[in-house]
């Protein structure tokens, strides 16, 4: 399951690639996970800012939610120097 990313403002991390993605592709929680190989709460310290995923899973976290590796690295760019 693909959920395509659509172009908004640059904000942190978590904005970008965690609850917000998550709910507009309708996924919870728990899909990501699973589809991810890791734990809800990794899933739930990400979108909090607690911690930040692997590059492994962050790559993985593009794919599912739709977004090119480029798009990807440009955001996380972006959240590392405000």
Not at 10 to 34: D, I, W
Request: aromatic residues 8%; proline residues 2%; hydrophobic residues 30%.
């Amino acid at each position: 399951m693909l959920c395509f990313h659509y172009r908004g403002d640059k904000r942190t991390f978590q904005q970008n690639f965690g609850r917000e993605n998550r709910l507009r592709c309708k996924m919870t929680q728990e899909f990501v996970s699973e589809a991810l190989g890791v734990s809800r709460q990794a899933v739930s310290k990400w979108e909090n800012g607690t911690s930040d995923p692997s590059t492994s899973n962050l790559l993985a976290l593009g794919k599912l939610y739709g977004i090119s590796t480029e798009e990807l690295l440009l955001h996380v760019s972006d959240s590392q120097n405000p």
